[in-house]
């Protein structure tokens, strides 16, 4: 069975307006370089189709060996705009735990 992010992360996710932001922390050092390789900007895009409508940017930050991925247009309009059940940041980031972890040669 192929490997999940959330085997070899954590996540901490937030919203403001129509922003989510999520920041994916590495479990090891060693978990890293696969987490940079699984998470791009297209992977993020794929995975959420078009519930993100806007930009999304993915930020390395070597010295905590973390992620964060900032998706635009994310939240349907924001919490007191949108029609989804479960509007949240919180939600976003943790569907984020879903995409494969690409292995780093």
């Known amino acids: 069975m192929a490997k999940l992010l ?6 901490r996710s937030g919203d403001k307006g129509n922003v989510c932001t999520a920041g994916l922390i590495a479990r090891t050092p060693a978990d890293y370089p696969a987490l940079l390789a699984s998470v791009t900007p297209e992977k993020v895009r794929a995975l959420y189709g078009d519930w993100v409508t806007g930009e999304v940017e ?10 964060v991925v900032v998706m635009r247009g994310a ?13 949240t940041g919180k939600s ?14």
């Not at 939240?75 to 509007?87: I, K, P």
């Not at 976003?92 to 040669?105: C, D, I, Y």
């Open 6 to 11: 959330s085997d070899i992360c954590y996540v």
């Open 58 to 67: 993915c930020y390395p930050m070597d010295n905590i060996e973390a992620l």
């Open 75 to 87: 939240l349907g309009g924001g919490a007191t705009s949108t029609l989804r059940l479960d509007q």
């Open 92 to 105: 976003l980031g943790h569907a984020l735990l879903r995409l494969p972890v690409v292995e780093r040669g």
